[in-house]
């Protein structure tokens, strides 16, 4: 992204990732596991030291925990205000000797040993249900904290190397994210670091983002993200739209697909689709299609009925994707399904850190060491690849999960670091093949295809791979190493058609489309997904929505596609 802080868990290059950085990462993941979730219970008995119960906070918040308020002031007159850690422990055990502790507090005890802030625990039960695994609760925490947004002021506090960028997926709805308030770091005038909840300052939080969920509600042209992330259907499962009628401005051809981060600032899909004839987004998240998500948001003329997948299937899970992990892979390790593959990899440091945490313990190692690995794992798309070692994906590891053929980023003869770049900027082939797949019977002698913000050509491998001819591709492709790797695709799958590089989507005027219409007949498809640097949330200096100087570019997709639409229909 652009402007963006490297951390020290990365190689140390800019994101300029397309995708869904929707936020921060939970920062006290990043700590050593004897430090994280520890100091958060000091700190709130601390808090409320001041005032004796029923008056106090801490009497307040266990008592909205479930707790009697005849209980909660047991536990007060006999352990103090000084630790909530140790009355929350005290609490369980007069519930138990009264009655059997029930499900939810025997996970609200599970989640504290593994150091989470009590708080924070029993609010993650409320909101996934008291049927929730530990699982689905600690990922749900996880996600919740990422997408709290850091304050200008508290990002001024913490320096360049505390703020590590996150690889995490989200797994339970955005709408839910704001909900869940973790702890903050601060800076002491002496440096050091220390950990307490801002209980009023979270409170007036949440209020604000209550209040901002209801008038979002209210609002009729909101677009909201449906969840599970499956569109109008996905293989397998039937279509979640039967039927949609289209503008008439809207009917192709030419056909056309606009793709983007489904995670963006409110406001920019209703744009993005008012702007596209007021088609309605589809929100498709990959891991449907593969072992890895990518959570977009497709606007397209396309017909939605008679779609098919690539064969083969590709594999749908970590271990099927990557055997030969699954040595290694700790049973602690719950992982199914990868995250986000973004434009960036671990640093080797983090992933020695790692491996010494995990050597000091000859059996399993303690919920706390396994709750900051799995943390790191996760933001980072670690995979096991011996004893208590870890690593991370390598680009044709992550070419095979994103549906390109092996190597297909060697072709540019490019490095490591800048194929992990192209790759994470690009489509995910299975899924965008399988919304192409309809063009497969409409264009039987091949197809003429405008790919406006090509990258590494993951539309034109798509239409490739489903037996589409491409005729005529005119490409419009900034990066030279991106029109590299495309160009050398083309070479080496015999190609028979015509390709035509063009450097800059601005550079493509009236004139230069009309003589391109009249050379091809025309075009089939207009394909393109324009810079997201500015949409998605890891972006904390320039998240300017599509007001944003790359993310702008959205309006070079829609000034293109309305003059060829306009040319065709007048010739």
Known sequence: MDGETASEGSDGFDWESEDERESNLPFSSCLPPTVAGQEEF????????????????????????????????KALEENGEGNAEAILELLLTFSESM??????????LLLVDMGYPIDVASTAIDRCGPGSSIMELTDFITAAEMAKAVDDAYVDEVPAEDLVQSEDLFRVSSFKFSQVGPSHFHKSPKGKRREYFEDERWERKRH???????????????????????????????????????????????????????????????????????????????????????????????????????????????HEALPLTKKWWPSWDWRTKLNCLQTVTASARLTERIRKALDGW?????????????????????????????????????????????????????????????????????????????????????????????????AEVALHRLGVHLKNVVSVEISETNRNIFRSWWEQTNQTGNLIDIADVQQLNGDRLEKLISSFGGFDLIVGGSPCNNLAGGNRVSRDGLEGKHSALFYDYFRILDLVKCIMGRD
């Open 42 to 73: 000091a700190a709130l008995g601390k808090a409320s030291s001041s005032a004796g119960p029923p008056e106090s906070s801490l009497f307040q918040h266990f008592v909205r925990m479930g707790f009697s308020e005849k209980l909660v002031g």
């Open 99 to 108: 009655d059997p502790l029930s499900d939810k507090e025997k996970k609200l």
């Open 208 to 318: 604000k983002a209550c209040e901002k969920k209801i008038m979002d509600e209210d609002d009729e042209d909101t677009i909201r993200l449906p969840n599970p992330m499956i569109g109008f259907g996905v293989p397998g499962e039937p279509l979640a739209m039967s039927h949609r009628t289209l503008p008439e401005a809207a009917i192709g051809p030419p056909y056309f697909y606009y793709e983007n981060v489904a995670l963006a600032p409110k406001g920019v899909w209703q744009t993005i689709s008012r702007f596209l004839y007021d088609i309605e987004p589809e929100f498709v998240d990959s891991k449907h299609f593969c072992a890895a998500a990518r959570k977009r948001g497709y606007v397209h003329n396309l017909p939605i009925h008679n779609r098919y997948p690539l064969l083969p299937i590709p594999p749908l899970t970590i």
């Open 362 to 458: 000859d059996g399993e190692p303690p919920l706390k060491v396994q709750k900051y690995v799995l943390d790191e794992c996760r933001r980072w798309n670690l995979v096991w690849v011996g004893r208590n070692k870890v690593a991370p994906l390598e680009p044709d590891e992550m070419e095979m999960l994103l549906g390109f053929p092996k190597n297909h980023t060697r072709g540019g003869g490019i490095s490591r670091t800048e194929r992990i770049k192209a790759l994470g900027n690009s489509f995910q082939v299975d899924t965008v093949a399988y919304h192409l797949s309809v063009l497969k019977n409409m264009f039987p002698n091949g197809i003429s295809v405008l790919s406006l913000f090509s990258g590494i050509g993951g």
